[in-house]
């Protein structure tokens, strides 16, 4: 660690031609404020499924080592030859990493928006935020409320304003309620809390009992359990009573897209009155937005025509509806930072316990319930 | 065969609930027009892959056997039990078959609409064409050209307007070209003819040098062979060359959906100027209007997140483009019949000789280049 904030450390990701990933950090200057930027010390960054992919990309992670000093870990892994084809547009470029973190800005430029940060707190998006500095736009800041902690704004961006996307599509493309998958993630639980609020019905898919309990917990109505036995029946009584026929996946891999079209299907033609060979008129619609399972998706196609698979993200997603809108969305996020929009995390670490085998071995399974937190600045 | 207009031979479908496919001709009185209806002789009927679906369901056709008579041939097969669920909607139904087709105006109700149209050759769609004789309205009626004969105005509506609402749907979401698969079909075939007169470009992908043979002599300037080892290369360099960013596929089940997107990123990364680890922000679109595999779909997700697959149906389309916009694609098949949108036949059956075990083992293979077309009037 750096005693002053003229250098400081920031994580990096990189791709080798020969398919080697590595991991390690790099002590770097801090890039000097122009006139409408500000230095802020990060303190927080949570550890997205949506880093992941630029962290350890489609490494396996299973023939993962260490080397390099405790206060300067390495850590290598193999990328299989299948995969090198999705990675080909990085290759061989040392790359930072960390969508989204909070900190407090202790350096400005000279204009009155950046000098009106000055020891404020601020949460950020925009990539390398695991790294001990950021020097970032004043107007890429959002200035937390008195009395909010880094950690606390460490994830006002991605999952916010995804479950706030998710029921924004679902409105706009003329739906009625909402299916969601991995529903007791962060991000789950979180899209609960927004229906619960605005009367959206909403499915949660779960894939064990522990996370259906921890839905109803946090007074979620309809949650189904993939695991369990009568899944597809459970499922498709549930979209009888919802209504539902646009869904959030973040699976992506095997069948369950598929299922979920298969079983709006169902329910939409249990109220139907003439049969027809194409299926219903009624458009069913999965976004995939995440890859939780890496196989590939899997369609039987016994849901009629009338359907759509894609993929989701919330950027373009932020710049289909426009600033104005976006605009709105962030501004609910501050209001409900500390009820609808709050985040918890399973472990809080340093940059160098990021990079150690045990933690890596965690947090790169994406497994529902475990949630990392770096503080860049927290000592190794 | 009836002596008289009175009654006439109807094929019919029934899946029974016992999961037995019987397929059957029956003896129906023809129903008397009303004021605004005629009674048409239907002498030309295809057989397209849209009316295999209700014809033999998701029947396995290794399993099929003739009973019955000459005259009145009963075929049977089997429905396998995983097929049950997407066909309970029309269990223990008889079902007419038989989308489209076109024959000579025999009797006609009372008013002047009606009345205009006796002894004239007309097209028609509205499902139950396998049959010698269809009651229809007369606004129903596509009244042929003078010198048109019921085989040539056979088949009017399904693939013309599929193909014409192919390069609609391109132009109306944004796209500059086109990819087609199982191309050397009798819609593809029509599909290059409207492409090169409308100067789209279209990148045709089939699935043996025959097929490319027969698409390299009407034209087609982009055919790639998925059979080929170096198909993702081909096909990714004639992405390239035209820019085609949605796809038409008639194969529907394994890999290939997938692999189209896939050749779409590739090409679009290849002018691609920083690396992005969600991929390139060009929506990459594949519609999925057959099922000629039915297999699963597979896809392996390697195009980044900007893409769709959905199913692509023509009257939910002409809906859409509503009744002004269809009547000009209607106005045009019309005009370019004997060119453009010629279909050619391998085979004339008759009602009796559709039900024959040789015949269905070659229509309902749906191998290109096999095109039946019906003659209910012919003798058996």
Same mark, same amino acid.
């Given at each position: 660690m750096s005693a002053d904030s003229k250098t400081g450390l920031q994580l990096r990701s990189l791709i080798k031609k020969s398919g080697e990933l590595e991991i390690s950090l790099l002590d770097i200057p801090t890039p000097e404020p122009s006139a409408d930027e500000v230095v802020v010390r990060v303190e927080a960054s949570p550890i997205n499924p949506s880093d992941l992919g630029l962290l350890?990309?489609? +490494? !396996? &992670? /299973? /023939?993962a080592k260490a080397s390099g000093t405790k206060d300067a870990p390495v850590i290598t892994a193999k990328v299989p030859e299948a995969a090198m084809r999705a990675v080909a547009g990085r290759l061989d470029e040392s790359m930072p990493v960390g969508n989204e973190g909070a900190g407090v800005v202790i350096k400005t430029g000279t204009s009155e928006a950046a000098k009106a940060l000055m020891g404020k707190t601020v949460a950020m998006i925009g990539g390398? &935020?695991?790294?001990q500095y950021r020097t970032i736009g004043a107007g890429d800041c959002l200035v937390l409320p008195e009395g909010t902690t880094p950690a606390e704004g460490a994830s006002c961006f991605v999952n916010p304003l995804t479950s706030l996307g998710m029921v924004e599509t679902m409105r706009r493309e003329g739906h009625k309620a909402l299916v969601h998958t991995a529903a007791a993630s962060n991000l789950g639980q979180m899209l609960n809390k927004i229906c619960l609020k605005d009367g959206v019905a909403l499915v949660n898919i779960v894939r064990s009992p522990q996370q259906s309990e921890i839905l109803r917990k946090i007074g979620a109505k309809y949650v189904v359990d $993939?695991? $369990?036995?009568t899944f597809m029946d459970n499922l498709t009584n549930a979209l009888v009573e919802t209504g539902a026929t646009i869904a959030f996946d +973040?699976? @992506?891999? @095997?069948?369950l897209a598929g299922q979920i079209l298969a079983c709006m299907e169902a329910a939409i033609n249990k109220s139907a009155k003439v049969y027809s060979r194409y299926g219903s008129s009624v458009h069913k619609q999965v976004y995939i937005y995440? @890859? %939780? !399972? %890496?196989?590939p998706t899997e369609l039987n196609? /016994?849901? @009629? &025509? +009338?359907w759509g698979v894609g993929g989701w993200l919330l950027f373009p997603f932020l710049q289909k509806i426009g600033m104005a809108d976006a605009f709105k969305l962030r501004q609910r996020v501050v209001a409900e930072l500390k009820t609808t929009f709050a985040s918890h995390y399973t472990q809080v670490v340093s940059l160098q316990e990021a990079l150690q085998l045990s933690h890596i071995a965690v947090y790169a399974k994406?497994? /529902?319930g475990e949630k990392y937190l770096i503080n860049p600045n927290k000592g190794g």
């Amino acid at each position: 660690m750096s005693a002053d904030s003229k250098t400081g450390l920031q994580l990096r990701s990189l791709i080798k031609k020969s398919g080697e990933l590595e991991i390690s950090l790099l002590d770097i200057p801090t890039p000097e404020p122009s006139a409408d930027e500000v230095v802020v010390r990060v303190e927080a960054s949570p550890i997205n499924p949506s880093d992941l992919g630029l962290l350890i990309g489609a +490494a !396996d &992670m /299973t /023939t993962a080592k260490a080397s390099g000093t405790k206060d300067a870990p390495v850590i290598t892994a193999k990328v299989p030859e299948a995969a090198m084809r999705a990675v080909a547009g990085r290759l061989d470029e040392s790359m930072p990493v960390g969508n989204e973190g909070a900190g407090v800005v202790i350096k400005t430029g000279t204009s009155e928006a950046a000098k009106a940060l000055m020891g404020k707190t601020v949460a950020m998006i925009g990539g390398a &935020m695991y790294a001990q500095y950021r020097t970032i736009g004043a107007g890429d800041c959002l200035v937390l409320p008195e009395g909010t902690t880094p950690a606390e704004g460490a994830s006002c961006f991605v999952n916010p304003l995804t479950s706030l996307g998710m029921v924004e599509t679902m409105r706009r493309e003329g739906h009625k309620a909402l299916v969601h998958t991995a529903a007791a993630s962060n991000l789950g639980q979180m899209l609960n809390k927004i229906c619960l609020k605005d009367g959206v019905a909403l499915v949660n898919i779960v894939r064990s009992p522990q996370q259906s309990e921890i839905l109803r917990k946090i007074g979620a109505k309809y949650v189904v359990d $993939s695991t $369990s036995p009568t899944f597809m029946d459970n499922l498709t009584n549930a979209l009888v009573e919802t209504g539902a026929t646009i869904a959030f996946d +973040a699976i @992506g891999g @095997g069948k369950l897209a598929g299922q979920i079209l298969a079983c709006m299907e169902a329910a939409i033609n249990k109220s139907a009155k003439v049969y027809s060979r194409y299926g219903s008129s009624v458009h069913k619609q999965v976004y995939i937005y995440g @890859g %939780l !399972d %890496l196989r590939p998706t899997e369609l039987n196609r /016994t849901f @009629g &025509m +009338a359907w759509g698979v894609g993929g989701w993200l919330l950027f373009p997603f932020l710049q289909k509806i426009g600033m104005a809108d976006a605009f709105k969305l962030r501004q609910r996020v501050v209001a409900e930072l500390k009820t609808t929009f709050a985040s918890h995390y399973t472990q809080v670490v340093s940059l160098q316990e990021a990079l150690q085998l045990s933690h890596i071995a965690v947090y790169a399974k994406r497994a /529902t319930g475990e949630k990392y937190l770096i503080n860049p600045n927290k000592g190794g």
